[in-house]
């Protein structure tokens, strides 16, 4: 007998659909932010030579892609709590799974950030030079790795309409991709949701380092609460790390309904008129007199 | 009772084709032109650095396949006033269309330019460094997020030269792609056709920057006009900002149809003699004998 | 009467096979060269900034794919006479189809490097400062937009081996994409030859520039000639020009014989045992009795 | 009678599984080796000016991509004895298959080390300037070229922890592309394979620089043996050659079947329950009431 992927699913299989589901959310998210974290470690770690801009973005998307792709027949692949507030508002997701999807989300993000920290350890250490000294501020800081915080320049209701307007492009073209009606075939919906995102951080990059994503910002500033302290919470503003949070939400249902509101529901169903104003049948006809 | 998108179709749904369809192109040129301008400002704002040239290419690629993906079930997702008459010389657009069009997707590339004023107000003023003075020229000079201004050693034929061959191509290439002769299936329309745009970037984009799109440029250049004033049109001549306008029109036209007179008119139809010289058959039953 | 692009090919279309066989490849190779040389002037007029080698491979991957596209339905889209030759080594073209497509195809590539040089002669003209002054050689040569020059560590030898090795890399992959038993959809192919010619720009393009192709080096070569006199021909050996020409057509049959050699012809047909070393049905047979 | 490729089919076949399947996975190998090798070559001896870090990600995304795509059909394009190894464990390789793909494997390695060393010999020689000095470290070192030394930072348990890592994401993704249950097309694979491996290049890059093959980085070390003398097999540590073939090997293995573990072998099949949590119908005929 030999023990094959099969075996093991006859034998382990999780029946109950809450169960399985959070697992994906779980796994999925842990990958997404292990990944995810540290394509942003490889950039700051080495002064931004490997890994330019263009490598966070182009990362980030295929990030997207394969952690979506694991999972996606499962639970349907949100990894992030702002998608899964927005199924619940379209219906698709009970309230019940609406948390254990959260709360699957959290952990995993939690875990993936411990995953990187262990990862980039030496180069972290490294990057520090001289004695050991993690810091949030300062010529060696590395928080950056983990959690989001915001250009200088940035004001708080700036902050706010970043992450806004970026959670909401985000579930905007996921609407758009996933509607039945634009006839996107399934297997490509995981890649076109990646290369959402590469183009979010091509567009609504340089202010915050588009996060949009409570449980990839909030997750991992919880892990490094334990490695640099307080002041991760606390900088540059309290309530900073709020806006990561609440900013995706609010973005997520927005976007989300804006799609609907603007153009999913006008779309003619199969079999009803096409879209071009001229009637097509009549123009040949008209010609085949010539 | 659930509140979801199907009852929001079955409520609030545009039955009128004219309708609709503007609805469609106003919101698809919004999006474009506040996601395109938002990857110009980040270009601009972070002097080159997070967003270099090949971010500007991604960006605006991707910034096409969405945009168009999320309305071309509905008007066509044309976002452009070069295509769409361009369309209408093809008889696939009717004049009433025509203007509705156009309008619609001047509106939105204006309301999308505002979006992007105030998403990187913050990062602007910033930019500016001392007291707020919005430039058109000058080391802290705004202007070009919204409208495009040409490289100081362009002479105006040679503007005209560049905004017509980078249209036609767009328009050529596109009418390849939707030739149902080529046989390119529709799912793959829209990432075509911002493949298509990345290419113009880096093939004709030193000299003006590939507006190649009257609504594009023009739309943001009468919002700029309210934040910088009159110097928007003036500058560097005072015809200037017609050469966007007029160089695409002209040339989406010469593009589109020089695909049919040179390649699509001859493509043979399904069941009509095949492209290769020698007969295969016969070939076969050469070498069958062998 | 509406004059659409369907009364058009009922008017003009061409029905004799070699004409328009020739004149799609005179079209594509014109498309090609066009843009591609206009890709490398971008390159080379900014000093490398907007355009860096990325957007070099990029752009002309895409400049491959749409090309390609264009005119594949047609002629199938070689585009190169190195090509064009491997396709006549295999039976699938006739002698005269062979010498029909080179012209066409050196033709269109002539035509297309005129049109390079209209399109960017302000930038070319501002490029040499001071009174203008059309170089081969030195800080304001302009010369290499148009074709290729070694790089000054190469040895005659060493740019044979880059030729025949970049070109044979190019006919063996675009073999397995056409390759009916590698079942990739036909709609992909122009896309992958695209991506082939991208990845060799990142492997082989730091000796020569990845001309693979004597159509874009050479017809090019000889417009400069008219611009750039005698030089284009002598620098930096008297024969250095005939290396782009020679090197790929070898190269050429090399890969594209390898392919069938080493993988293709043993690919065993739909039907006959799969790739598989382990019987799966005796597996499972073995597995169900657990 | 024309000598076409079919004709070289009937004659020259290999009817023999384990013989095909081992030519293949020898030229597969060899043209992944050749092709990557030399990516690395043109990024190290251009001082990271032709070829930046993105161009390795894509150049080698692609490589596998084609390397993949040409004897995928054969041997199933395992080009990795780790890959291999992990098939095994997954019941679908025999043993005799296993040890037969990595002679294969190692041998096509060797024989692209080689190809590559020949092809930039001449960049080579003039990136040393002066005498010839061929060394493993210092300011002209060019053994990186082959195979790969840590960054000085890393610490043994973090170049594991790095290897293991990275392999570990190769095997999940791929084994989460080839699962039926995720209804990935086949003719897609090979090119999401290459989008996996360009995503860690972003991701597990700087530590080590991605080998994650034992076959990539042991053969052509043993190939650079003959041109550097020891110190290949000794820099920095004398047990350093062993990361790069021992954690891979882990690593996919881990990966693989972490894939099954957390996801694959909960997926329902075909017919069972969806994963949205709430009934569809049940949604629809409440609305419908409405």
Same mark, same amino acid.
């Given at each position: 007998?030999?023990?094959?992927?099969?075996? @093991?699913?006859?034998?382990?299989?999780?029946?109950?659909?809450?169960?399985?589901?959070?697992?994906?959310?779980?796994?999925?998210?842990?990958?997404?932010?292990? !990944?995810?974290?540290? !394509? /942003?470690?490889?950039? %700051?770690?080495?002064?931004?030579?490997?890994?330019?801009?263009?490598?966070?973005?182009?990362?980030?998307?295929?990030?997207? #892609?394969?952690? /979506?792709?694991?999972?996606?027949? @499962?639970?349907?692949?949100?990894?992030?709590? =702002?998608?899964?507030?927005?199924?619940?508002?379209?219906?698709?997701?009970?309230?019940?799974?609406?948390?254990?999807?959260?709360?699957?989300?959290?952990?995993?993000?939690?875990?993936?950030? *411990?995953?990187?920290?262990?990862?980039?350890?030496?180069?972290?250490? *490294?990057?520090?030079?001289?004695?050991?000294?993690?810091?949030?501020?300062?010529?060696?800081?590395?928080?950056?790795?983990?959690?989001?915080?915001?250009?200088?320049?940035?004001?708080?209701?700036?902050?706010?309409?970043?992450?806004? *307007?970026?959670?909401?492009?985000? =579930? @905007?073209?996921? +609407?758009?991709?996933?509607?039945?009606?634009?006839?996107?075939?399934? +297997?490509? &919906?995981?890649?076109?949701?990646?290369? #959402?995102?590469? %183009?979010?951080?091509?567009?609504?990059?340089?202010? /915050?380092?588009?996060?949009?994503?409570?449980?990839?910002?909030?997750?991992?500033?919880?892990?490094?609460?334990? !490695?640099?302290?307080?002041? #991760?919470?606390?900088?540059?503003?309290?309530?900073?790390?709020?806006?990561?949070?609440?900013?995706? +939400?609010?973005? *997520?249902?927005?976007? $989300?309904?804006?799609? &609907?509101?603007?153009?999913?529901? &006008?779309?003619?169903?199969?079999?009803?008129?096409?879209?071009?104003?001229?009637?097509?049948?009549?123009?040949?006809?008209?010609?085949? $007199? /010539?």
């Amino acid at each position: 007998m030999v023990f094959t992927p099969d075996l @093991l699913r006859r034998k382990c299989r999780i029946r109950n659909k809450l169960g399985r589901n959070s697992l994906a959310e779980f796994f999925g998210t842990f990958l997404l932010i292990y !990944i995810g974290l540290s !394509i /942003v470690a490889q950039y %700051l770690l080495t002064h931004e030579r490997v890994n330019v801009w263009i490598n966070i973005n182009v990362g980030w998307g295929f990030n997207i #892609v394969f952690s /979506v792709l694991t999972v996606q027949n @499962l639970s349907g692949g949100h990894l992030n709590p =702002a998608i899964s507030l927005l199924m619940y508002t379209f219906g698709e997701l009970e309230l019940l799974h609406l948390f254990a999807y959260c709360v699957a989300q959290m952990l995993g993000a939690f875990l993936g950030a *411990a995953a990187t920290y262990y990862t980039y350890l030496d180069a972290i250490n *490294a990057y520090e030079k001289g004695p050991l000294n993690r810091t949030v501020v300062g010529a060696t800081a590395t928080a950056a790795i983990f959690s989001t915080y915001p250009a200088s320049h940035l004001s708080m209701s700036g902050a706010y309409v970043d992450q806004i *307007a970026g959670t909401a492009m985000l =579930a @905007l073209f996921a +609407c758009a991709i996933i509607d039945k009606r634009n006839k996107v075939p399934s +297997c490509a &919906h995981a890649v076109l949701f990646g290369f #959402v995102v590469l %183009l979010i951080g091509c567009t609504f990059g340089m202010n /915050v380092g588009y996060p949009i994503n409570p449980a990839r910002d909030l997750a991992p500033r919880i892990f490094s609460y334990f !490695i640099y302290g307080r002041q #991760v919470f606390t900088h540059p503003y309290p309530s900073w790390f709020l806006v990561p949070v609440i900013g995706p +939400c609010v973005g *997520a249902v927005v976007g $989300g309904w804006m799609y &609907h509101a603007f153009s999913g529901i &006008h779309i003619p169903d199969e079999g009803e008129d096409k879209y071009q104003a001229v009637d097509q049948d009549e123009l040949k006809a008209k010609n085949a $007199g /010539v």
